[in-house]
């Protein structure tokens, strides 16, 4: 996970984040990953 402001040409939006996906093992490694995402959102957000 890195700062996405350096991978847009202009001033971003609103504040992002970039996810690399090369070390992964495949999709169900992924979808773990996105699961875990979601879990943590969910407990910092209510």
Same mark, same amino acid.
């Given at each position: 996970?890195?700062?996405?402001r /350096?991978?847009?040409a202009?001033?971003? /939006?609103? /504040?992002?984040?970039?996810?690399?996906? =090369? #070390? =992964? #093992?495949? %999709? #169900? &490694?992924? %979808?773990?990953? =996105?699961?875990r995402?979601?879990? #943590?959102?969910? &407990?910092?957000?209510?």
């Open positions: 996970m890195a700062p996405g /350096p991978y847009f202009a001033e971003p /939006p609103a /504040p992002y984040i970039r996810f690399s996906f =090369v #070390a =992964v #093992a495949g %999709t #169900a &490694e992924i %979808t773990e990953g =996105v699961r995402l979601e879990e #943590a959102w969910r &407990e910092l957000t209510g």
